[in-house]
C-alpha cells in the first residue's frame, strides 16, 4: 500500500470513529474561530487547503462569517498542506467545506469518503503544476531529467499533472525519482540541491524564480494540461443544513469579485501573509483565474481522464464516473441570484 493510499484508509477508518472520537489520524492542522459573533446555531468547519491565498483575503474580510451568519452558522477555520490530510479530516467530520485539486477529488471518490463537488473554481492552467529546475540546472526537457531527484506532493493536482505531461513526452513515471515533499518541505530541499526539480505551484515557484534565478522547465499552461481546482463539501453536512453550500460559494464570489476590483490590496495582502516580495505576488495574482461556476462537460471530461490515469497508475483501485459525486444546485442559485 503506498502513502496516498493508506492516507485514504486511515480516512476510511475515520468515517467510523467520526462518532467516538472528535478527530481523526489526519495530519496536525491549526484550528481557530472565525469570528466574535454569538455562536450560532449550529458550527460550519472551512479548511484552506495548501494556505490558498483567495481563502486567506475571504478570512481576513469575514465574508464566510457573513454568509453563514445569514442561517445560524458559526465558522472555524483549519489549515492542511494538501488534499489527502484534508481528506483524513473531513472523513473524521472536522472539515465540512474547502477546495481541492483533481487527484484529491478523485481519489475521495473512489475511496467512497463523503464528498460532494460544488462547483469549479480554476481550470488550473495558471499559476499551478509548474515545473522548476535550479538557475545552474542545464535541463531543457522532462526527458533531461531522467533518473533525477524530482520533488513532489504525491497524490495531489501536481502528481496528476506529472503522470500526464511524461506520458505526453513519451516517458513513465519510472522513469524518475520523485521525492514526496509537501510545498513547504521542498523550499528547503530545492534551495540546497537535495532535489533535481520540484513540481509545485504559485507563489512558491515564482518566489524561487524571482530569489534564486530558478527556471521554468514546463508548466501545465505550456502544456494545455487543466487540472481543475473544485469547491468541495462534506455530504452529509450539506445534506443537513440547507442553504449552507449556497452561503460557502457566495463568500467565495466576494472574494473573486473583491480579487479583481481591487488587485494592489489583494496583492498587498498575500504579499504580507506568505512574506515574500510585493513584485513577486503580484505576478501570481495576475496570473491567477479564478470562475466559480457549474463543471462543464469539458471539465468533467477532463476530471474523467485524470481518473482513468489514476487507475492505470494504481494510485486508485476501481473505475468510477466523476460526474456521481457533483451536486451543480447550489452555484446554480448563487449564479441565478445574481
Not at 53 to 66: D, H, I, R, S, T
Request: hydrophobic content about 45%; proline content about 3%; glycine content about 10%.
Amino acid at each position: 500500500m503506498n502513502k496516498l493510499q493508506a492516507s485514504l484508509a486511515a480516512a476510511a477508518l475515520a468515517i467510523g470513529l467520526a462518532g467516538l472520537t472528535g478527530c481523526g489520524a489526519g495530519q496536525a492542522a491549526t484550528t481557530a474561530s472565525g469570528t466574535d459573533a454569538p455562536k450560532g446555531a449550529y458550527t460550519v468547519n472551512l479548511a484552506n487547503n495548501g494556505g490558498g491565498g483567495l481563502f486567506l483575503l475571504a478570512k481576513e474580510k469575514g465574508w464566510f462569517e457573513e454568509e453563514f451568519a445569514k442561517i445560524g452558522g458559526d465558522v472555524k477555520w483549519s489549515e492542511f498542506p494538501s488534499g489527502p490530510a484534508l481528506l483524513e479530516a473531513l472523513a473524521a467530520g472536522r472539515v465540512d467545506f474547502s477546495w481541492l485539486g483533481d487527484g484529491a477529488a478523485i481519489s475521495a471518490q473512489a475511496n467512497n469518503l463523503p464528498v460532494t463537488t460544488l462547483s469549479l473554481l480554476s481550470e488550473g492552467l495558471k499559476g499551478l503544476n509548474i515545473v522548476i529546475v535550479p538557475a545552474k540546472s542545464t535541463a531543457q526537457s522532462l526527458a533531461d531529467l531522467k533518473g533525477k531527484k524530482i520533488a513532489i506532493a504525491k497524490g495531489t493536482t501536481l502528481h496528476v499533472f506529472f503522470i500526464k505531461a511524461v506520458k505526453q513526452a513519451g516517458l513513465k513515471e519510472s522513469d524518475f525519482q520523485l521525492i514526496q515533499l509537501q510545498a513547504e518541505e521542498a523550499v528547503a530541499a530545492f534551495e540546497s540541491g537535495a532535489v533535481d526539480a520540484w513540481v509545485g505551484l504559485d507563489p512558491y515557484t515564482s518566489i524561487q524564480i524571482a530569489k534564486n534565478g530558478a527556471r521554468v522547465l514546463t508548466s501545465g499552461e505550456a502544456l494545455n494540461i487543466k487540472a481543475p481546482v473544485l469547491t468541495i463539501g462534506r455530504t452529509d453536512f450539506v445534506k443537513e443544513h440547507p442553504g449552507a453550500a449556497e452561503a460557502f460559494l457566495k463568500g467565495f464570489e466576494k472574494a473573486i469579485a473583491f480579487q479583481k476590483e481591487h488587485r494592489d490590496e489583494v496583492v498587498e495582502f498575500i504579499a504580507k501573509a506568505k512574506k515574500a516580495d510585493r513584485a513577486t505576488i503580484e505576478l501570481v495574482v495576475q496570473n491567477t483565474e479564478y470562475s466559480n461556476v457549474p463543471i462543464s462537460k469539458e471539465i468533467f471530461g477532463v476530471q474523467q481522464a485524470s481518473a482513468d490515469i489514476l487507475l492505470e497508475a494504481g494510485f486508485i483501485k476501481k473505475k468510477i464516473d466523476v460526474t456521481h459525486n457533483t451536486d451543480s444546485k447550489a452555484i446554480e442559485a448563487v449564479k441565478a441570484a445574481k
